[in-house]
């Protein structure tokens, strides 16, 4: 399967500063996705980024608060703009990958996540 | 609304015992089931997954699936416990579209 990495692991954040998350894949792959996962709480779906084109976002999540980026195949990040202390949370990476799963169906592969705390 | 409900938050059990973990589903279409294992500090993997054919299906780790259709369920289970299989797990379900609606998660505890 794709091999997903993010950066960073972790971080404590100050109310009101920004965080980058980057999520680096091994293989190139048309679909990268970004969830929440808030204490206690499953998953959340944020937003979808395919490359040359915007991210689409689900609902209750805006393009101002989690402006994301995709410039190529393998990368994409996840800034969290003026956080509070409700943006503490596990962000993860994930990507579909098709070659791997030998399917046509959609099969999605996990980062370990990035750990946010807001102070 | 489209769900799915994992009614154990926590479990509990020894090491060397069977395991069951519940996962139930509310879906109109015809569903995509899988179930992933989160350790401490780790992404998400992927156990097993369900598309069609055979309702029981294998996964890694000694875990198996078993679909029912009638009763909306994709149980998970393992006929031993191992202490690493200590972890919080959670059940998706989606149509075969890239939305996966994910279940709130059972944490499984293993005593020694």
């Known amino acids: 399967s794709a091999v997903i990495s993010q950066k960073p692991s972790r971080d404590i954040c100050q109310r009101g500063t920004s965080l980058t998350i980057q999520c680096q894949v091994d293989s190139q792959v048309t679909m990268m996705f970004w969830y929440r996962q808030q204490p206690g709480q499953s998953l959340t779906l944020i937003a979808t980024?395919?490359?040359?084109?915007?991210?689409?976002?689900e609902s209750g999540f805006v393009i101002d608060k989690f402006p994301i980026s995709r410039p190529n195949l393998t990368f994409s990040t996840l800034t969290v703009s003026n956080m509070s202390p409700e943006d503490s949370s596990i962000y993860l990476c994930?990507?579909?990958?098709?070659?791997?799963?030998?399917?046509?169906?959609?099969?999605?592969?996990f980062g370990p996540g990035t750990r946010l705390t807001v102070l | 609304a489209q769900s799915v409900t994992q009614p154990d938050i926590h479990i509990t059990v020894s090491e060397g015992a069977s395991l069951e973990l519940r996962c139930n589903y509310s879906?109109?279409?015809?569903?995509?089931l899988f179930w992933y294992v989160q350790s401490p500090g780790q992404g998400l993997q992927l156990l097993l997954k369900?598309?069609?054919?055979?309702?029981l299906v294998q996964g890694i780790k000694g875990f198996e699936a078993e679909f029912k259709r009638s009763q909306s369920s994709f149980n998970l289970r393992k006929p031993s416990v191992h202490w690493s299989d200590a972890a919080e797990y959670f059940c998706a379900v989606t149509s075969g579209t890239y939305k996966y609606i994910f279940g709130t998660g059972t944490r499984l505890k293993v005593l020694a």
């Open positions: 369900y598309f069609s054919g055979d309702t």
């Open positions: 980024a395919n490359q040359g084109s915007e991210a689409t976002y």
């Open positions: 994930s990507v579909e990958d098709f070659e791997t799963s030998g399917s046509s169906y959609n099969e999605q592969f």
């Open positions: 879906y109109g279409a015809t569903p995509y």
